[in-house]
């Protein structure tokens, strides 16, 4: 299935790669894609990037949806069919609105959503970040308003992370551990807190990376409050896991032709396959063009240079300096190439893999966005 194909009839995309790659650039060039195609695309990021925002024609990204007005388009000779808007991912939030949801009563909610502890679990934890992309992302997919979510992933410094995030999830809050901190807790009181106080920050860094017993009566707090949304998280949780490997979610993974990134990417898809998560397109982001060796004499590059330059350039001497750069440039295209051979060798069951140029440029407006999906989709 080439990546239009999969832009055209799946629900949900979601770029997933190691960090730089270009994920977010992908990403929204596929919504801008999808859009111009005829379908009502909301594009989900994480990135507070002004310049993402700015390619889009935004003044900056916003957690709440903003419409890329299809004047922009026409302005760069685009025609959108469809429509796209794009949103910012608000981790807080999302947690916010858990909490509200699952909360028993309102006493409870407030005292969790008030807690300090909560307060830095909800934005900084590690894995909270991935999991609330994963739990927005359940939650628009089943929003009539859009027929695709292009979902850009944060850069996690483990890629699977990603991934895993609401097994984690499920697994923190099902673990031994977290039961037996919780009958101390309740058991004894916060009085039994300076007798359990070292077991218990050992045990808080496993779940998170809280340290300091400074925190503990609002550790405390935290987790008798928490404790109280666990059925509900855990049962969500095991939904927006299930909702991940559903037929209507595409993962595309996106690498570099740096030889690290080539081997991360198949990492990753080792990992995708594990998790029965189904990878539908592979994207070579900033591939070095071959640029075909000069065809003509030195002596008539050298006339075509002189011709081409102003007079006070001695065309003669800048002629070995270009040579030089014209043979680094080959050297790298021809390494790239061979590190794209080698991943669609490894990657099994490939539908192809799809490479975008490195451009001179950012990709900075709307214009370059369609150049990008234009390779993508095999239309350049
Ligand atoms: N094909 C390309 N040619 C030139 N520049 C590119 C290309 N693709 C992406 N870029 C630029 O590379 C930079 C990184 O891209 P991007 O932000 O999309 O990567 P990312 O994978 O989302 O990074 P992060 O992991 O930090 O979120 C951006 O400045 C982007 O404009
Ligand atoms: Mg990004």
Same mark, same amino acid.
């Given at each position: 299935?080439?990546? =239009? &194909?999969?832009?055209?009839?799946?629900?949900?995309?979601?770029?997933?790669?190691?960090?730089?790659?270009?994920k977010?650039?992908?990403?929204?060039?596929?919504?801008?894609?999808?859009a111009?195609?005829?379908?009502?695309?909301?594009?989900?990021?994480?990135?507070?990037?002004?310049?993402?925002?700015?390619s889009?024609?935004? /003044?900056?990204?916003?957690?709440?949806?903003?419409?890329?007005?299809?004047?922009?388009?026409?302005?760069?000779?685009?025609?959108?069919?469809?429509?796209?808007s794009?949103?910012?991912?608000?981790?807080?939030?999302?947690?916010?609105?858990?909490?509200?949801?699952?909360?028993?009563?309102?006493?409870?909610?407030?005292?969790?959503?008030?807690?300090?502890?909560?307060?830095?679990?909800?934005?900084?934890?590690?894995?909270?970040?991935?999991?609330?992309?994963?739990?927005?992302?359940?939650?628009?997919?089943?929003?009539?308003? !859009?027929?695709?979510?292009?979902?850009?992933?944060?850069?996690?410094?483990?890629?699977?992370?990603?991934?895993?995030?609401?097994? =984690?999830?499920? /697994?923190?809050i099902?673990?031994?551990?977290?039961? !037996?901190?919780?009958?101390?807790?309740?058991?004894?009181?916060?009085?039994?807190?300076?007798?359990?106080?070292?077991?218990?920050?050992?045990?808080?860094?496993?779940?998170?990376?809280?340290?300091?017993?400074?925190?503990l009566?609002?550790?405390?707090?935290f987790?008798?409050? %928490?404790?109280?949304?666990?059925?509900?998280?855990k049962?969500?949780?095991?939904?927006?896991?299930?909702?991940? =490997?559903?037929?209507?979610?595409?993962?595309?993974?996106?690498?570099?032709?740096?030889?690290?990134?080539?081997?991360?990417? =198949?990492?990753?898809?080792?990992?995708?396959?594990?998790?029965?998560?189904?990878?539908?397109?592979?994207?070579?982001?900033?591939?070095?063009?071959? %640029?075909?060796?000069?065809?003509?004499?030195? &002596?008539?590059?050298?006339?075509a240079?002189?011709?081409?330059?102003?007079?006070?350039?001695?065309?003669?001497?800048?002629?070995?300096?270009?040579?030089?750069?014209?043979?680094?440039?080959?050297? !790298?295209?021809?390494?790239?190439?061979?590190?794209?051979?080698?991943?669609?060798?490894?990657?099994?069951? &490939?539908?192809?893999?799809?490479?975008?140029?490195?451009f001179?440029?950012?990709?900075?407006?709307?214009?370059?966005?369609?150049?990008?999906?234009?390779?993508?989709?095999?239309?350049?």
């Open positions: 299935m080439s990546l =239009r &194909d999969v832009l055209g009839s799946h629900r949900v995309v979601v770029t997933v790669g190691s960090g730089g790659v270009g977010t650039t992908t990403a929204a060039a596929m919504a801008v894609h999808a111009m195609q005829g379908r009502k695309v909301l594009c989900l990021t994480i990135d507070p990037a002004r310049r993402l925002a700015n889009l024609g935004l /003044d900056e990204m916003t957690t709440s949806e903003q419409d890329v007005p299809e004047s922009l388009f026409a302005k760069h000779g685009l025609e959108c069919k469809g429509a796209l794009a949103m910012m991912l608000d981790t807080k939030r999302t947690f916010d609105a858990l909490v509200d949801k699952y909360a028993s009563d309102e006493e409870a909610r407030d005292r969790i959503l008030g807690n300090q502890i909560y307060q830095y679990v909800a934005s900084s934890l590690a894995g909270t970040q991935e999991y609330m992309a994963m739990e927005k992302l359940h939650e628009v997919r089943q929003d009539p308003k !859009w027929d695709l979510v292009v979902l850009d992933t944060p850069p996690t410094a483990s890629a699977i992370d990603f991934l895993t995030a609401p097994e =984690r999830l499920i /697994d923190a099902d673990s031994p551990a977290m039961r !037996w901190f919780l009958q101390v807790f309740e058991g004894a009181g916060k009085e039994a807190f300076g007798l359990v106080g070292r077991g218990a920050t050992v045990l808080l860094k496993g779940i998170g990376r809280i340290t300091g017993l400074a925190f009566e609002q550790v405390a707090e987790v008798s409050g %928490i404790n109280d949304l666990f059925g509900g998280f049962e969500r949780a095991e939904q927006v896991s299930d909702a991940l =490997r559903s037929p209507e979610v595409a993962f595309v993974l996106v690498t570099s032709p740096d030889p690290l990134a080539i081997g991360e990417a =198949r990492f990753f898809s080792d990992k995708l396959e594990e998790a029965r998560m189904n990878r539908r397109g592979v994207i070579v982001n900033q591939v070095h063009p071959l %640029i075909e060796e000069p065809s003509v004499p030195v &002596d008539q590059q050298v006339d240079l002189r011709a081409a330059l102003p007079s006070s350039i001695d065309a003669a001497d800048i002629h070995p300096r270009l040579t030089e750069a014209l043979h680094a440039e080959r050297t !790298w295209a021809v390494a790239d190439a061979a590190q794209v051979k080698l991943l669609t060798e490894q990657l099994e069951n &490939d539908a192809g893999i799809v490479e975008v140029p490195a001179d440029e950012d990709v900075h407006d709307l214009a370059a966005l369609a150049k990008v999906a234009a390779h993508l989709t095999d239309a350049a």
